[in-house]
């Protein structure tokens, strides 16, 4: 059976050009980009061209990004850093109830130590309010975290709005735009941030790497302690291969991004309407239009999402239950309880995300098919009581 793989948002292949840039990398070229000689020296001098094409992808100084082992340790690096270094000043941190775990978790961490976290809520669309954003300012506020586009219902936030109201603020602000780099436009001066996390991985780049954006002359702590490596800012032998092949897909990236959102925001438009026309008693989550171009969240009334999953990867469909962090669990999204959704609404939640090897044609049998799932799930529902 041929698979239909609509989970892009969770991971994406490693596109083909991107393998060819690190392989040699393994082999021939293997220095440690530490060491003096030539071998070492071509490792080093494929980083620091990785290292510009990031920086060129998101509008950024070559020497304002930082690699990291992905977009997890991006986020722990921005949210820590700067919590650690700037505790003199203040305690308090602003973010959202919808961040990534990632965010979520190290704010919890902070939190047990000395911190102070405001989770900002969202509206029914799961937009966050710059206003909020400015009322909650305290004069010991030392860092706003808010996410450029939610990993689950794809929502994108007004980031540079609230950039203007940190910046009035004295106040570091940190994006989570993992979901964003590498898909639709990301330019660190426009959206007005000081720190921006990155992931390889999301990007049609290998996993295991990812970047954390730092604004020159922002304050924070390294969060690796050892070498020299990354202008101290996280020791480590770098992850060449892996760095080499972030950098070639941020080039690919750049290339086709616009051809592709409009290609994917088509796609994405027939799906949508395709399964609000074919099904009833089912919603869309996340914003109408203000959404990433590949993200389709839809609640099913009267089916659990566990059950349309595994449905549909019996059909050699791969979609999601809204993250994959929540995939494992049965605690229903936390984004999705924010927006308002009532614990059974979140229960019957599903993710489709779309990426560059999505087909019209594979969209027309994900039309067929879910009905037919819906159908069957809510003859056999116990949450169905006619
Ligand atoms: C995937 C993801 C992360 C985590 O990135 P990893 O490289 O897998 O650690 C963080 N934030 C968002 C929004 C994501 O989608």
Redesign the pocket.
Known sequence: MKRIYLDY?ATTPVHHEVLQAMLPYFTESFGNPSSIHSIGQEAKLAIEQARGKIAELIGARSDEIVFTS????A?NFALKGVAFANESKGNHIITTKIE?H?VIETCKFLEKLAFRVTYLPVDEYGLVDPDDVRKAITNKTILISV?HAN?EVGTIEPIAQIGKIAKEAGIYFHT?A??TVGHIPVNVDELGVDLL?M?A??LYGP?GV?ALYIRKGTKLVSFMHGGEQERRRRASTENVPGIVGFGKASELARQDMDEEAKRLSYLRDKLITGLLERIDHIKLNGHPSNRLPNNVNISVDFVEGESMLLNLDLEGICASTASACSSQSLEPSHVLLAMGLSHEQAHGSLRFSLGKWTTENEIEHVLDVMPRIVAKLRAMSPLLKS
Do not use: Y
Request: hydrophobic share 25%; no cysteine; glycine share 16%.
């Open positions: 948002a992905g977009g997890t340790e986020d990534h990632a996410m990993n989570d993992v979901q996390a992931s991985h999301k996993k990812g």
